[in-house]
C-alpha cells in the first residue's frame, strides 16, 4: 500500500495526545512535517515522536507535494484561515472542533472544500464512542420512535482550560465552555436526533467563577512548553440554551467549565417508542462509571436495557475513519450542513444570551 502522508498544525494537547500518536498507530500511515508558532514546543514534539520535517509558518507545510492530509489542531479563531489554506494547497482536512468561530466562516471553508474536492472532516471523537455508535444503532432501528426532547449537558466542577491563554479570551477562542464542550454535545445530540433543522434559541451565559477560578489541567501539562498563561478571562464559564427545531423537537443544552452540580457528559432522549439516558463520567466530578440505559416499553411492561459497552479508543476510530475517507473515497461522519448547524446554534445561543430574547436561526 502506498504511504499516506500528513501534517500537523499546531502541536499542543490535541495534537500530542489524539492527532500524532493515532496517526503514527495506522499501517501505512506517515506523520513527515509539524508546523507550530512556538519554536521550542515545535522541536520538542519532533523528537519525541521521530519527525524530521518543522516549520514555524504552516504556509511552508502547506508547500509539501507529499503531504496530502493535514490535520488542524491550533487555537479555534486561526481554523478558518489555515482550512482555507489548506483546501487551496489541496490537502485532505481533519479539523478540530469548533470548524470556525461562526457560520460566516464555516460557509467560506465549506465552499473552498467543495472546490477542492478533498474530504473535510471535524474531529468531533465523541461520534466515535462505544455508546454513541450503540445509541445510534437503537435509533436506526427504529427502536425509541420520533425522538421530540433532548436533554443534553457537558458539566464540570472545576475545569477551566488553559487559564489565562487562549481558551479563556474571547477573541481566540470564540467563547467559553459552550464553544470548547459543547460544541461536542452538541454535535453527537443533532446527529442522534437525525439533524433536524434548527429555528429559535434562548440562551444565557455565565461567569460566576472569574474571581476563583482555577486551571483545570487541559491542555495537559506535559505538552504546555514555553506556552503563556498570562491574559485573561472573559468568557462565560456556563452556558445554558433551549433551541426549537423546525420539526418540533426541543433540546435543552448545557456546558459549563466549573460549577457546583453534578458533572460528566449526559444525554437523555425521549421518544415515542423508547428513551434513553447516557452519563459518560469526566470532569473532575464524582460520577466514576458510565451510565447507559435504553427505556423501553415491552408487552405494556417497562424495560431498561443496560448495553454492554466495548472497550474502544474514540480518537483512534476518529483518525482512523479520516484515512479511511481518504483511501477509500468515502464522506466523512461529519457532513458539511451538520457541521454549520452545529455552529449556527452555538453563535445563535451566545447572540440570544447577549440580547436577552430568543432569536431565530436562519
Ligand atoms: N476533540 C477534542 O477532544 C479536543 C480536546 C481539546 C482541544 N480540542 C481542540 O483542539 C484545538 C487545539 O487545542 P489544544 O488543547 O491542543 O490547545 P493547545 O494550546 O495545547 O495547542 C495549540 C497549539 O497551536 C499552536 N499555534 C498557535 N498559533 C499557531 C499558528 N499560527 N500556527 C501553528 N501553530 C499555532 C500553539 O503554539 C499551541 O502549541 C482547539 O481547537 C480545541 O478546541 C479538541
Given at each position: ?134 445509541l445510534r444503532r437503537f435509533i436506526d432501528r427504529q427502536e425509541l420512535g420520533e425522538i421530540y426532547y433532548v436533554k443534553a449537558s457537558y458539566l464540570r466542577r472545576r475545569g477551566i482550560p488553559g487559564l489565562g491563554g487562549w481558551f479563556t479570551t474571547k477573541k481566540y477562542a470564540g467563547g467559553g465552555p459552550l464553544i470548547d464542550v459543547g460544541v461536542h454535545i452538541?454535535?453527537?445530540?443533532l446527529w442522534l436526533m437525525g439533524s433536524p433543522k434548527p429555528a429559535l434559541a434562548l440562551g444565557s451565559t455565565y461567569n460566576k467563577f472569574k474571581d476563583q477560578a482555577t486551571d ?147
Amino acid at each position: 500500500m502506498k504511504s499516506l502522508k500528513v501534517g500537523v498544525i499546531g502541536v499542543g494537547g490535541i495534537a500530542q495526545v489524539a492527532h500524532i500518536p493515532n496517526y503514527q498507530k495506522i499501517e501505512g500511515v506517515e506523520v513527515i512535517a509539524l508546523s507550530d508558532v512556538n519554536e521550542i514546543k515545535l522541536k520538542e514534539v519532533a523528537k519525541k515522536f521521530s519527525i524530521s520535517k518543522t516549520f514555524t509558518d504552516y504556509k511552508e507545510l502547506l508547500k509539501l507535494k507529499e503531504i496530502e492530509a493535514v490535520s488542524i489542531c491550533t487555537p479555534n479563531f486561526l481554523h478558518k484561515e489555515q482550512a482555507v489554506a489548506s483546501f487551496k494547497a489541496g490537502k485532505h482536512l481533519l479539523c478540530e472542533k469548533p470548524l470556525a468561530l461562526n457560520a460566516t466562516e464555516v460557509e467560506e471553508i465549506l465552499r473552498e472544500a467543495k472546490k477542492s474536492k478533498k474530504k473535510l472532516m471535524v474531529a468531533f471523537c465523541h461520534r466515535f464512542d462505544a455508546t454513541s455508535k450503540i445509541l445510534r444503532r437503537f435509533i436506526d432501528r427504529q427502536e425509541l420512535g420520533e425522538i421530540y426532547y433532548v436533554k443534553a449537558s457537558y458539566l464540570r466542577r472545576r475545569g477551566i482550560p488553559g487559564l489565562g491563554g487562549w481558551f479563556t479570551t474571547k477573541k481566540y477562542a470564540g467563547g467559553g465552555p459552550l464553544i470548547d464542550v459543547g460544541v461536542h454535545i452538541l454535535d453527537l445530540t443533532l446527529w442522534l436526533m437525525g439533524s433536524p433543522k434548527p429555528a429559535l434559541a434562548l440562551g444565557s451565559t455565565y461567569n460566576k467563577f472569574k474571581d476563583q477560578a482555577t486551571d483545570g489541567g487541559w491542555p495537559p501539562l506535559f505538552t504546555r512548553t514555553a506556552d503563556k498563561f498570562t491574559g485573561t478571562f472573559d468568557v462565560e464559564d456556563l452556558a445554558t440554551a433551549m433551541v426549537k427545531f423546525e420539526n418540533d423537537s426541543t433540546l435543552f443544552l448545557e456546558a459549563s467549565w466549573a460549577g457546583n452540580s453534578e458533572t460528566g457528559t449526559s444525554i437523555s432522549l425521549f421518544g415515542t417508542k423508547g428513551g434513553a439516558y447516557l452519563n459518560l463520567p469526566g470532569g473532575g466530578g464524582e460520577e466514576l462509571s458510565v451510565k447507559f440505559i435504553i427505556y423501553k416499553e415491552v408487552g405494556g411492561d417497562l424495560i431498561d436495557i443496560y448495553p454492554q459497552i466495548p472497550s474502544q479508543d474514540s480518537y483512534y476510530d476518529e483518525i482512523s475513519h479520516f484515512i479511511e475517507c481518504i483511501r477509500e473515497d468515502k464522506e466523512p461522519l461529519t457532513k458539511p450542513e451538520e457541521m454549520l448547524n452545529v455552529v449556527k446554534i452555538i453563535e445563535a445561543i451566545y447572540r440570544s444570551a447577549e440580547k436577552g430574547e430568543a432569536v431565530e436561526i436562519r
